[in-house]
Protein backbone atom coordinates (compact mmCIF):
# COMPACT_ATOMS: atom_id res chain seq x y z
CA UNK A 1 0.00 0.00 0.00
CA UNK A 2 1.35 3.41 -1.23
CA UNK A 3 2.48 5.61 1.81
CA UNK A 4 0.32 8.82 2.16
CA UNK A 5 1.95 11.95 2.01
CA UNK A 6 1.09 15.28 3.77
CA UNK A 7 -1.00 17.85 1.71
CA UNK A 8 1.52 19.75 -0.83
CA UNK A 9 4.08 16.99 -1.02
CA UNK A 10 4.38 13.82 -3.91
CA UNK A 11 7.30 11.70 -4.87
CA UNK A 12 8.70 11.85 -8.09
CA UNK A 13 10.96 8.95 -9.02
CA UNK A 14 12.37 8.63 -5.59
CA UNK A 15 12.11 12.23 -4.54
CA UNK A 16 10.01 14.51 -2.85
CA UNK A 17 8.36 17.61 -3.79
CA UNK A 18 6.77 20.18 -1.45
CA UNK A 19 4.98 22.90 -3.48
CA UNK A 20 2.07 25.41 -1.78
CA UNK A 21 0.94 28.92 -1.93
CA UNK A 22 0.97 31.40 1.30
CA UNK A 23 -0.79 34.83 1.00
CA UNK A 24 0.37 34.73 -2.31
CA UNK A 25 3.95 33.76 -1.63
CA UNK A 26 4.83 30.69 -3.71
CA UNK A 27 7.08 27.62 -1.50
CA UNK A 28 8.82 24.89 -3.93
CA UNK A 29 11.22 22.51 -2.32
CA UNK A 30 13.29 18.97 -3.39
CA UNK A 31 14.52 16.43 -1.62
CA UNK A 32 15.14 12.45 -0.64
CA UNK A 33 14.77 12.93 3.04
CA UNK A 34 10.95 12.83 3.51
CA UNK A 35 11.23 14.01 7.25
CA UNK A 36 13.59 16.78 6.54
CA UNK A 37 11.59 17.70 4.04
CA UNK A 38 8.34 17.81 5.68
CA UNK A 39 10.62 19.86 8.60
CA UNK A 40 11.35 22.03 6.11
CA UNK A 41 8.40 22.71 3.89
CA UNK A 42 6.46 23.42 7.57
CA UNK A 43 9.44 26.30 8.45
CA UNK A 44 8.67 27.74 5.03
CA UNK A 45 5.12 27.91 5.27
CA UNK A 46 5.34 29.85 8.52
CA UNK A 47 7.86 31.85 7.82
CA UNK A 48 5.55 33.06 4.30
CA UNK A 49 2.77 33.21 6.59
CA UNK A 50 4.20 35.56 9.43
CA UNK A 51 6.00 37.30 6.29
CA UNK A 52 2.49 37.81 5.23
CA UNK A 53 0.99 39.06 8.46
CA UNK A 54 3.65 41.49 8.96
CA UNK A 55 2.88 43.24 6.07
CA UNK A 56 -0.60 43.53 6.75
CA UNK A 57 -0.19 44.76 9.98
CA UNK A 58 2.19 47.00 8.99
CA UNK A 59 2.14 48.45 5.57
CA UNK A 60 0.50 51.63 5.40
CA UNK A 61 -1.34 53.09 2.28
CA UNK A 62 1.29 55.36 0.84
CA UNK A 63 3.75 52.31 0.57
CA UNK A 64 1.11 49.96 -0.72
CA UNK A 65 0.01 52.47 -3.44
CA UNK A 66 3.52 52.99 -4.53
CA UNK A 67 4.01 48.89 -4.81
CA UNK A 68 0.71 48.51 -6.49
CA UNK A 69 1.35 51.16 -9.07
CA UNK A 70 4.65 50.20 -9.99
CA UNK A 71 3.57 46.22 -10.17
CA UNK A 72 0.16 46.57 -11.31
CA UNK A 73 -0.95 49.87 -13.20
CA UNK A 74 2.35 51.53 -14.27
CA UNK A 75 2.78 48.98 -17.07
CA UNK A 76 -0.88 49.86 -18.26
CA UNK A 77 -0.12 53.21 -19.03
CA UNK A 78 1.22 55.86 -20.62
CA UNK A 79 4.75 56.67 -19.77
CA UNK A 80 3.18 60.30 -19.71
CA UNK A 81 0.35 59.46 -17.54
CA UNK A 82 2.56 58.17 -14.72
CA UNK A 83 3.55 61.09 -12.91
CA UNK A 84 0.33 63.15 -13.18
CA UNK A 85 -1.50 59.99 -11.59
CA UNK A 86 0.62 59.40 -8.81
CA UNK A 87 1.04 62.78 -8.14
CA UNK A 88 -2.72 63.23 -8.03
CA UNK A 89 -2.85 60.83 -5.26
CA UNK A 90 -0.11 62.34 -3.25
CA UNK A 91 -1.81 65.43 -3.37
CA UNK A 92 -5.55 63.66 -2.38
CA UNK A 93 -5.48 60.50 -0.07
CA UNK A 94 -1.96 60.11 0.14
CA UNK A 95 -1.49 63.72 1.91
CA UNK A 96 -4.54 63.05 4.27
CA UNK A 97 -4.53 59.48 5.14
CA UNK A 98 -1.18 58.14 3.21
CA UNK A 99 0.51 57.35 6.54
CA UNK A 100 -2.16 55.11 8.04
CA UNK A 101 -1.96 51.48 8.20
CA UNK A 102 -4.02 49.75 5.22
CA UNK A 103 -5.74 47.17 7.77
CA UNK A 104 -6.97 50.42 10.10
CA UNK A 105 -8.09 52.38 7.07
CA UNK A 106 -12.58 52.67 7.25
CA UNK A 107 -14.79 54.13 5.29
CA UNK A 108 -14.98 57.05 7.95
CA UNK A 109 -11.46 57.77 7.55
CA UNK A 110 -12.15 57.92 3.47
CA UNK A 111 -15.13 60.11 4.00
CA UNK A 112 -13.36 62.33 6.38
CA UNK A 113 -10.59 62.65 3.76
CA UNK A 114 -13.23 63.58 0.86
CA UNK A 115 -14.92 66.42 3.34
CA UNK A 116 -11.66 67.57 4.03
CA UNK A 117 -10.45 67.98 0.18
CA UNK A 118 -13.71 69.37 -0.29
CA UNK A 119 -12.90 72.22 2.16
CA UNK A 120 -9.47 72.82 1.10
CA UNK A 121 -10.61 73.77 -2.53
CA UNK A 122 -9.74 70.52 -4.33
CA UNK A 123 -11.51 69.80 -7.21
CA UNK A 124 -14.52 67.71 -7.86
CA UNK A 125 -12.65 66.09 -10.96
CA UNK A 126 -9.34 65.44 -9.28
CA UNK A 127 -10.98 64.11 -6.07
CA UNK A 128 -13.36 61.86 -8.54
CA UNK A 129 -10.16 60.55 -9.99
CA UNK A 130 -7.81 59.42 -6.95
CA UNK A 131 -10.87 57.77 -5.59
CA UNK A 132 -11.63 55.79 -8.11
CA UNK A 133 -7.89 55.12 -8.20
CA UNK A 134 -7.89 54.24 -4.30
CA UNK A 135 -10.72 51.69 -4.92
CA UNK A 136 -8.42 50.06 -7.80
CA UNK A 137 -5.65 49.95 -5.35
CA UNK A 138 -7.74 48.59 -2.27
CA UNK A 139 -9.37 45.77 -4.92
CA UNK A 140 -6.06 44.93 -4.96
CA UNK A 141 -5.29 44.08 -1.49
CA UNK A 142 -8.72 42.73 -0.71
CA UNK A 143 -7.65 39.84 -3.32
CA UNK A 144 -4.30 39.77 -1.57
CA UNK A 145 -5.62 39.10 1.49
CA UNK A 146 -4.24 42.60 3.20
CA UNK A 147 -7.46 43.97 4.29
CA UNK A 148 -10.85 42.20 4.34
CA UNK A 149 -13.48 45.08 3.16
CA UNK A 150 -12.81 47.51 1.31
CA UNK A 151 -12.78 51.03 2.78
CA UNK A 152 -13.69 53.07 -0.13
CA UNK A 153 -17.00 51.21 -1.45
CA UNK A 154 -19.55 53.32 0.87
CA UNK A 155 -18.48 56.40 1.19
CA UNK A 156 -20.92 59.29 0.57
CA UNK A 157 -19.08 61.81 -2.82
CA UNK A 158 -19.43 65.37 -2.32
CA UNK A 159 -19.96 65.39 -6.60
CA UNK A 160 -23.05 63.56 -6.23
CA UNK A 161 -25.28 66.49 -6.02
CA UNK A 162 -22.97 68.99 -8.33
CA UNK A 163 -23.88 69.55 -11.88
CA UNK A 164 -20.93 69.80 -13.70
CA UNK A 165 -20.07 73.12 -15.13
CA UNK A 166 -21.63 73.66 -18.45
CA UNK A 167 -19.69 73.70 -21.72
CA UNK A 168 -21.00 76.33 -23.81
CA UNK A 169 -19.92 77.03 -27.61
CA UNK A 170 -19.42 80.26 -29.06
CA UNK A 171 -22.12 81.69 -31.09
CA UNK A 172 -21.24 82.16 -34.80
CA UNK A 173 -21.69 85.84 -33.72
CA UNK A 174 -18.58 85.58 -30.93
CA UNK A 175 -16.35 83.43 -33.25
CA UNK A 176 -16.35 85.87 -35.93
CA UNK A 177 -15.52 88.62 -33.01
CA UNK A 178 -12.31 86.53 -32.20
CA UNK A 179 -11.58 85.99 -35.15
CA UNK A 180 -11.26 89.44 -36.28
CA UNK A 181 -9.42 90.04 -33.12
CA UNK A 182 -6.46 87.69 -34.14
CA UNK A 183 -6.27 88.65 -37.84
CA UNK A 184 -2.64 90.68 -37.30
CA UNK A 185 -1.75 87.99 -34.57
CA UNK A 186 1.17 85.08 -35.52
CA UNK A 187 -1.70 82.89 -34.41
CA UNK A 188 -4.27 83.80 -36.84
CA UNK A 189 -3.67 80.51 -38.66
CA UNK A 190 -3.86 78.54 -35.81
CA UNK A 191 -6.37 79.44 -34.25
CA UNK A 192 -8.34 79.36 -37.80
CA UNK A 193 -7.43 75.51 -37.83
CA UNK A 194 -8.89 75.10 -34.35
CA UNK A 195 -12.02 76.36 -35.55
CA UNK A 196 -12.42 74.35 -39.06
CA UNK A 197 -11.17 71.30 -37.13
CA UNK A 198 -12.31 70.91 -33.69
CA UNK A 199 -8.36 69.20 -32.96
CA UNK A 200 -7.44 68.35 -28.94
CA UNK A 201 -4.70 71.20 -28.09
CA UNK A 202 -2.49 68.56 -27.75
CA UNK A 203 -3.18 66.95 -31.38
CA UNK A 204 -2.69 70.63 -32.84
CA UNK A 205 1.01 71.19 -31.21
CA UNK A 206 1.73 67.22 -31.76
CA UNK A 207 0.46 68.05 -35.44
CA UNK A 208 3.54 68.31 -38.42
CA UNK A 209 4.07 68.67 -42.02
CA UNK A 210 4.09 65.29 -43.50
CA UNK A 211 0.53 65.57 -41.81
CA UNK A 212 -0.86 67.61 -44.28
CA UNK A 213 -1.95 66.17 -47.63
CA UNK A 214 -2.57 68.62 -49.71
CA UNK A 215 -3.14 66.31 -52.54
CA UNK A 216 -5.66 64.29 -51.45
CA UNK A 217 -7.05 67.57 -48.96
CA UNK A 218 -6.85 65.68 -45.65
CA UNK A 219 -5.26 66.31 -42.44
CA UNK A 220 -4.19 63.53 -40.70
CA UNK A 221 -4.55 63.33 -36.62
CA UNK A 222 -1.21 60.56 -35.53
CA UNK A 223 -0.01 61.85 -32.18
CA UNK A 224 -0.27 64.57 -29.85
CA UNK A 225 1.90 66.97 -27.90
CA UNK A 226 2.37 65.93 -24.17
CA UNK A 227 4.00 68.63 -22.06
CA UNK A 228 4.47 67.74 -18.03
CA UNK A 229 7.23 68.34 -15.75
CA UNK A 230 9.73 65.79 -14.01
CA UNK A 231 12.16 65.91 -11.50
CA UNK A 232 11.66 70.09 -11.85
CA UNK A 233 12.05 69.82 -15.64
CA UNK A 234 10.27 70.71 -18.62
CA UNK A 235 9.72 67.71 -20.82
CA UNK A 236 7.91 67.91 -24.59
CA UNK A 237 6.93 64.53 -26.37
CA UNK A 238 5.25 63.34 -28.76
CA UNK A 239 2.96 60.62 -27.45
CA UNK A 240 0.17 58.29 -29.39
CA UNK A 241 -3.23 60.09 -29.45
CA UNK A 242 -5.97 59.80 -26.47
CA UNK A 243 -7.72 56.96 -27.79
CA UNK A 244 -7.64 54.71 -30.55
CA UNK A 245 -10.59 56.32 -32.64
CA UNK A 246 -8.75 59.76 -31.79
CA UNK A 247 -6.42 58.76 -34.71
CA UNK A 248 -8.33 59.72 -37.66
CA UNK A 249 -8.28 61.80 -40.66
CA UNK A 250 -9.81 65.34 -41.19
CA UNK A 251 -11.39 66.95 -44.72
CA UNK A 252 -10.41 70.07 -45.73
CA UNK A 253 -12.82 72.65 -44.67
CA UNK A 254 -13.91 76.05 -45.45
CA UNK A 255 -10.97 78.07 -46.63
CA UNK A 256 -8.73 75.65 -44.29
CA UNK A 257 -6.27 74.69 -47.33
CA UNK A 258 -5.75 78.40 -47.65
CA UNK A 259 -4.97 79.11 -44.19
CA UNK A 260 -2.49 75.90 -44.10
CA UNK A 261 -0.58 77.46 -47.10
CA UNK A 262 -0.20 80.59 -45.57
CA UNK A 263 1.10 79.22 -42.10
CA UNK A 264 3.81 77.10 -44.18
CA UNK A 265 4.89 80.09 -45.75
CA UNK A 266 5.26 82.57 -42.93
CA UNK A 267 6.76 79.70 -40.87
CA UNK A 268 9.23 79.07 -43.85
CA UNK A 269 10.07 82.69 -43.46
CA UNK A 270 10.32 83.47 -40.33
CA UNK A 271 12.55 80.47 -39.86
CA UNK A 272 14.84 81.47 -42.46
CA UNK A 273 15.10 85.39 -40.96
CA UNK A 274 15.75 83.48 -37.21
CA UNK A 275 18.50 80.91 -38.39
CA UNK A 276 19.79 79.56 -35.25
CA UNK A 277 17.95 81.82 -33.23
CA UNK A 278 15.31 79.66 -34.31
CA UNK A 279 14.12 77.25 -31.48
CA UNK A 280 12.76 74.24 -33.18
CA UNK A 281 13.20 70.80 -31.72
CA UNK A 282 14.50 67.79 -33.88
CA UNK A 283 13.21 64.93 -31.91
CA UNK A 284 9.81 66.74 -32.49
CA UNK A 285 10.25 67.00 -36.41
CA UNK A 286 8.62 69.50 -38.20
CA UNK A 287 5.69 70.41 -36.74
CA UNK A 288 2.66 72.76 -38.32
CA UNK A 289 2.17 75.38 -35.25
CA UNK A 290 4.78 76.88 -33.59
CA UNK A 291 5.14 79.71 -31.39
CA UNK A 292 7.00 82.84 -33.32
CA UNK A 293 10.56 81.36 -31.97
CA UNK A 294 9.88 78.12 -33.00
CA UNK A 295 8.87 76.29 -30.01
CA UNK A 296 6.03 74.11 -29.53
CA UNK A 297 2.37 75.48 -29.20
CA UNK A 298 1.62 73.72 -26.15
CA UNK A 299 -1.89 74.40 -23.76
CA UNK A 300 0.05 77.23 -21.69
CA UNK A 301 0.38 79.26 -25.09
CA UNK A 302 -2.74 78.11 -26.15
CA UNK A 303 -4.83 79.73 -23.62
CA UNK A 304 -2.31 82.51 -23.09
CA UNK A 305 -3.17 84.11 -26.62
CA UNK A 306 -7.23 83.47 -25.79
CA UNK A 307 -6.40 85.44 -22.36
CA UNK A 308 -4.79 88.26 -24.07
CA UNK A 309 -7.30 88.83 -26.79
CA UNK A 310 -10.00 89.05 -24.14
CA UNK A 311 -7.71 91.69 -21.68
CA UNK A 312 -7.64 93.70 -24.99
CA UNK A 313 -10.99 93.61 -25.81
CA UNK A 314 -11.89 94.88 -22.02
CA UNK A 315 -9.12 97.37 -22.38
CA UNK A 316 -10.91 98.88 -25.48
CA UNK A 317 -14.52 98.73 -23.08
CA UNK A 318 -12.65 100.80 -20.50
CA UNK A 319 -10.74 103.25 -22.73
CA UNK A 320 -14.58 103.85 -24.59
CA UNK A 321 -16.27 104.31 -21.12
CA UNK A 322 -13.41 106.62 -20.10
CA UNK A 323 -14.41 109.13 -22.39
CA UNK A 324 -18.51 108.25 -22.20
CA UNK A 325 -18.92 107.63 -26.38
CA UNK A 326 -22.20 106.30 -26.79
CA UNK A 327 -20.38 103.13 -28.40
CA UNK A 328 -19.60 100.19 -26.74
CA UNK A 329 -17.32 97.69 -28.05
CA UNK A 330 -18.78 93.81 -27.66
CA UNK A 331 -16.59 92.08 -24.83
CA UNK A 332 -16.00 88.58 -26.15
CA UNK A 333 -16.79 85.92 -23.39
CA UNK A 334 -13.86 84.38 -21.38
CA UNK A 335 -13.26 80.67 -23.01
CA UNK A 336 -10.91 77.98 -22.81
CA UNK A 337 -8.99 75.88 -25.64
CA UNK A 338 -11.50 73.66 -25.25
CA UNK A 339 -14.60 75.55 -25.98
CA UNK A 340 -13.23 75.79 -29.66
CA UNK A 341 -13.31 72.03 -30.11
CA UNK A 342 -16.66 72.18 -28.76
CA UNK A 343 -17.53 75.13 -30.60
CA UNK A 344 -16.45 73.27 -34.17
CA UNK A 345 -18.66 70.42 -33.18
CA UNK A 346 -21.52 73.18 -32.79
CA UNK A 347 -21.17 74.02 -36.19
CA UNK A 348 -20.87 70.75 -37.42
CA UNK A 349 -24.54 70.39 -35.74
CA UNK A 350 -25.86 74.07 -36.91
CA UNK A 351 -25.11 72.82 -40.36
CA UNK A 352 -27.14 69.58 -40.33
CA UNK A 353 -24.66 67.08 -40.34
CA UNK A 354 -25.13 63.61 -39.25
CA UNK A 355 -23.86 62.52 -35.49
CA UNK A 356 -21.87 59.47 -36.45
CA UNK A 357 -19.82 61.90 -39.45
CA UNK A 358 -19.33 64.12 -36.48
CA UNK A 359 -17.68 61.74 -34.07
CA UNK A 360 -15.55 61.11 -36.06
CA UNK A 361 -14.77 64.17 -37.33
CA UNK A 362 -14.15 64.90 -33.71
CA UNK A 363 -12.72 61.50 -32.56
CA UNK A 364 -14.89 60.95 -29.71
CA UNK A 365 -14.53 57.51 -28.63
CA UNK A 366 -18.39 56.78 -28.20
CA UNK A 367 -21.30 58.53 -29.80
CA UNK A 368 -22.95 59.13 -26.50
CA UNK A 369 -20.09 62.34 -25.79
CA UNK A 370 -20.74 63.14 -29.44
CA UNK A 371 -24.98 63.06 -28.84
CA UNK A 372 -24.08 65.08 -25.49
CA UNK A 373 -23.10 68.06 -27.93
CA UNK A 374 -26.11 67.29 -30.69
CA UNK A 375 -28.93 67.13 -27.48
CA UNK A 376 -27.60 70.87 -26.39
CA UNK A 377 -27.87 72.20 -29.72
CA UNK A 378 -31.34 70.61 -29.93
CA UNK A 379 -32.59 72.04 -26.81
CA UNK A 380 -30.89 75.61 -28.02
CA UNK A 381 -33.06 75.44 -31.57
CA UNK A 382 -36.46 73.74 -29.55
CA UNK A 383 -38.40 76.95 -29.49
CA UNK A 384 -37.35 77.94 -33.40
CA UNK A 385 -38.41 74.45 -34.57
CA UNK A 386 -41.81 73.81 -32.41
CA UNK A 387 -42.93 76.91 -34.23
CA UNK A 388 -42.83 74.72 -37.67
CA UNK A 389 -45.42 72.45 -36.46
CA UNK A 390 -48.66 74.85 -36.73
CA UNK A 391 -52.20 73.30 -36.64
CA UNK A 392 -53.70 70.03 -35.63
CA UNK A 393 -55.97 70.49 -38.48
CA UNK A 394 -54.54 73.13 -41.48
CA UNK A 395 -57.88 73.00 -42.98
CA UNK A 396 -59.27 75.22 -40.79
CA UNK A 397 -59.04 78.51 -38.73
CA UNK A 398 -58.31 78.13 -34.80
CA UNK A 399 -61.45 77.51 -33.15
CA UNK A 400 -59.92 78.59 -29.82
CA UNK A 401 -58.51 82.06 -30.77
CA UNK A 402 -60.83 84.11 -29.20
CA UNK A 403 -60.45 82.28 -25.91
CA UNK A 404 -57.64 84.07 -24.54
CA UNK A 405 -55.72 80.71 -23.74
CA UNK A 406 -51.96 81.07 -22.46
CA UNK A 407 -49.53 79.12 -24.88
CA UNK A 408 -47.59 76.25 -23.04
CA UNK A 409 -44.13 77.36 -22.73
CA UNK A 410 -41.19 74.83 -23.60
CA UNK A 411 -40.27 74.45 -19.80
CA UNK A 412 -43.44 73.05 -18.63
CA UNK A 413 -43.83 70.50 -21.49
CA UNK A 414 -40.37 69.33 -20.49
CA UNK A 415 -42.22 68.16 -17.54
CA UNK A 416 -44.87 66.53 -18.75
Keep these: MAKKLPRGI ?14 GIKITLYGSDLKALIEEFTEAKEKAKSSQDYRKNRITLNEWFEEWFSTVKAHRVKETSINPMKNNFKRTFGFYIGSKKIRDIKPMDVQQALNTMEKDGISNSAMREALGRLRECMDFALGSQMISVNPCLIVEVPWTYKKAKEEIALTQEEQNEFLNEVEDSWYKEMFYFMFLTGVRVGELGGLQWPDINFARKITEINRSLSCSYYNGEKREILVTPKTVNSTRQIPFMGEIEEILKSQREKQARLKKELGNRWR ?113 NTEQTNPYADLNIPKRTITAMSHC
Design 10 to 23: RENKGTYEARAMIN
Design 280 to 392: GKEELGGLVFTTSMGSPCSRYIVEKEIKKVIKKRMREKEAVLAVQEHREPKIIRDFHPHTIRHTFATRCFEKKMEPKVVQKLMGHSSISITMNIYTHVLENKMNEEIQKFGSA
